[in-house]
């Protein structure tokens, strides 16, 4: 009754926290992107999957459950419950490894921590692959204390479900097939990799194509500066850090008590310190490796909450193996924190990760004739699709595919994305033949500094064109602030050839 009674207490306040104004929240760029590729028909969405970098599981899913509906809340509402089952399967783990009072502090502050609820209520793959990676742990740790051909058959289902949800749950796998060796079970050593090949193989020349295709090599290169400040990320004190050195700070309090805890639990429980130790850190450094290397850029902190939930299990036996009382005060003002930031993400005004509900709705407004609107990146394009469908086509301006249509022509609204190719005088001629429209031009912005050409591009604007309006939509993270920018399409004393000569001057330099 009692384990019930931990059970449903976690479960309760993981949903509660996870359902609060689900729908409140406008689509933010990843999730646009979700909905338009789960919109196309099966076989549609089958072909357009190698040219991301995912597998298929939760795109199938998604085209499936979109059938019910298509609201913020609706869509989300999967994640909420693989999220719970997440919090649940952490005090499982947490009790089999560490013990119930570790277990259950491991799993509240995964119900609480600011990172957990951000995958867990949107509309990505992120908190569905944790779900699955955690219930493989869980039943690899059965099968190998326990034996027996139901926690290995249950085990393989959820790593297969695991690797179709998201590829980096493979270094999980990988932790625990070293950490077999480590135990020295030659048989499992053997069979764990072999059954797992044999259920991916189908996928494998997807997931190889994917590798050199479909990954973006443009991502910023991992550095040694941003791995340790993810430390005090995990712990979600970056919104209250605005200082440099308190980040730092928080990063290394981060690191000492995951070392401190794992020391410790090293002493006195030797298989269980190795597995939770492997199970972090293997999938921590050998992507960063591979990022720090190689040109294949993996290393994204956004995938590092697939196996945060052992960096919570270890933090959390660190720090309650401090003296004294000192571990209450710190475990309750950090619970304090991240419940406190999700509640003010969630109802503040001005704390939209990114409004692009706010934004469709001011071009709906200001729309005029035929509006050509350029956006700084393929990915702002997708949420806008999700709340202005009715106007969307979509062309490319590039040096070799100019014009190039991709959606049906629209009466209200041509999209336009200058790709990495585009010169300014492409840009500058695509817009004089807009001039005759009559119709209004958009600049819209958001992570724009992601890229130089998208920063040209967009000083190009604001130079050559006769500003109207301007809306900057407000978000807790400043890359993720939209710039709403509306010019009349007629260019201000602009000469093409001069600009022309001015550009190849810069690329000369």
């Not at 990988?174 to 090949?197: C, G, H, N, S």
């Not at 890359?479 to 690329?507: A, P, V």
Request: proline content about 4%.
């Amino acid at each position: 009754m009692k384990r019930f009674r931990n059970y449903f207490l976690i479960g309760l306040s993981a949903f509660l926290l996870r359902i609060l104004f689900l729908g409140k929240q406008s689509l933010w760029m990843d999730e646009g992107f979700s909905v338009w590729m789960a919109s196309h028909p099966l076989p549609v969405l089958m072909k357009l999957i190698p040219y991301d970098a995912h597998p298929f599981i939760f795109y199938v899913f998604l085209h499936y459950w979109m059938k019910g509906g298509d609201s913020a809340a609706y869509l989300r509402f999967p994640s909420v419950i693989c999220g719970v089952m997440s919090c649940l399967v952490v005090y499982a783990l947490g009790k089999e490894l560490l013990g119930e009072k570790q277990g259950i502090l491991a799993a509240v502050f995964w119900a609480c921590a600011m990172e957990s609820l951000n995958v867990d209520t949107e509309i990505r793959m992120y908190a569905y692959a944790t779900c699955f990676a955690l219930l493989s742990t869980y039943w690899f740790w059965r099968a190998y204390k326990e034996g027996g051909k139901r926690s290995w058959v249950l085990y393989y289902l959820f790593a297969s479900l695991s690797l179709y949800t998201h590829y980096y749950t493979g270094f999980i796998i990988m932790a625990q097939w070293i950490f077999l060796l480590t135990r020295k079970r030659w048989k499992e050593a053997v069979w764990v990799p072999l059954i797992l090949t044999l259920i991916f193989s189908l996928w494998t020349p997807i997931f190889f194509f994917q590798f050199f295709h479909a990954i973006d090599t443009h991502m910023p290169r991992a550095t040694w500066y941003a791995s340790f400040i993810y430390f005090g990320m995990l712990l979600n004190l970056r919104y209250f850090m605005i200082r440099h050195f308190l980040v730092d700070l928080s990063s290394i309090f981060s690191l000492a008590a995951l070392i401190f805890g794992s020391i410790l639990l090293f002493k006195k429980k030797r298989e269980e310190a190795i597995f939770l130790l492997l199970l972090f850190w293997v999938p921590f450094v050998v992507p960063f490796c591979i990022s720090y290397f190689t040109p294949r850029h993996i290393f994204i902190f956004r995938y590092v909450v697939l196996f945060a939930p052992y960096f919570f299990l270890l933090f959390v036996y660190g720090v309650f193996s401090l003296p004294g009382m000192t571990a209450y005060p710190v475990y309750g003002a950090l619970l304090f924190m991240n419940v406190s930031i999700w509640v003010l993400f969630l109802t503040g005004p001005a704390f939209q990760r990114q409004n692009w509900r706010e934004a469709a709705k001011i071009m709906v407004k200001n729309m005029k004739n035929v509006n050509v609107v350029f956006v700084e990146s393929p990915m702002s394009i997708y949420p806008l699709w999700c709340y202005l469908v009715r106007y969307f086509p979509t062309r490319w301006i590039g040096v070799q595919r100019r014009y190039f249509i991709i959606e049906k022509p629209s009466k209200r609204f041509t999209f336009v994305i200058p790709v990495s190719t585009s010169s300014l005088p492409g840009v500058e001629n695509y817009v004089k033949v807009k001039e005759k429209s009559g119709g209004l031009v958009w600049l819209v912005l958001c992570q724009a500094s992601l890229v130089d050409h998208h920063l040209k591009i967009s000083k190009w604007f604001l130079s050559h064109q006769k500003l109207l309006l301007s809306y900057k939509l407000r978000s807790m993270a400043k890359m993720d602030q939209i710039h709403l920018y509306l010019f009349s399409s007629s260019l201000k004393g602009f000469s093409f050839h001069e600009e022309h000569r001015k550009t190849k001057e810069q690329e000369g330099h």
